[in-house]
């Protein structure tokens, strides 16, 4: 079959640290921004991809709370091309049936992106084909620290007890509540580190480091990464039998 099989075990949720724009750009002579320009066109393949791979949820890696060291030339054409991106594809997430939401903290993003960030989890709220979860500014050290201020605000104000608080406390107050943990995890371009990337819910979650450059990550290579998925044992802490 060209597509994932049906009957194999494949992952449900995929997340991506989607890596390699600017060299891949460096490579063809090209402007850091026109990697990133490409790698976003990317995204489009790889989302409309996963119901034809039994991949219902998808999250990706656009902009980390440490991206903001980069140069102001390249980080405010990334703010730019995340407000052209949510814009262009609109109709498409509606037309593909995407359910997009974003995790991260907005606070420090233009009122212009946070706007548009809204109206977008607004408008595909219904939609159930295909759950994007975009990570901008998104760090996990970060989430994990807000999470554990709300979670100590509700102890101080009488609404938990302390003593109830145990490792499924913890997630209801993560970003990521409404989703399930990843099942894999891919970083594209070879390197070989997570990159402060959804810690909590990845404990047990299956890593695949590949040598592709995020804007060459096409579908046929995605088809590839969920095959080899299904052939690992996954045992979470268990024996091998």
Known sequence: ??????KQDGPRHVAIIMDGNGRWATQ???????????????VR????ACPDNNVKYLTIFAFST???????????GLMSLFRRYIIKEAENFMK??????????????DKKLRKLMDDIEEMTANNTRTN???ALN???RDEVARATKRLAEDVAEGRLNPKDVDEETL????DTYVLPDPDLVIRTSGEARISNFLLWQSAYAEYEFIETLWPDFTPDVFEKVLKGYGTRDRRFGGALV
Request: glycine share 12%.
């Open 171 to 174: 997630p209801r107050y993560l």
């Open 45 to 48: 393949e790889i989302v409309e």
């Open 28 to 42: 063809k002579g090209r402007p850091r921004i026109f990697g990133h320009q490409a790698g976003a066109k990317r």
């Open 96 to 109: 593909e049936g995407v359910c997009v939401r974003f995790i991260g903290d907005r606070i420090k993003l």
């Open 1 to 6: 079959m060209s597509k994932l099989d049906k």
């Open 132 to 134: 994007l979860t975009i």
């Open 138 to 140: 998104y760090g996990g």
């Open 66 to 76: 440490e991206n903001w060291k980069r140069t102001q030339t390249e980080v405010a």
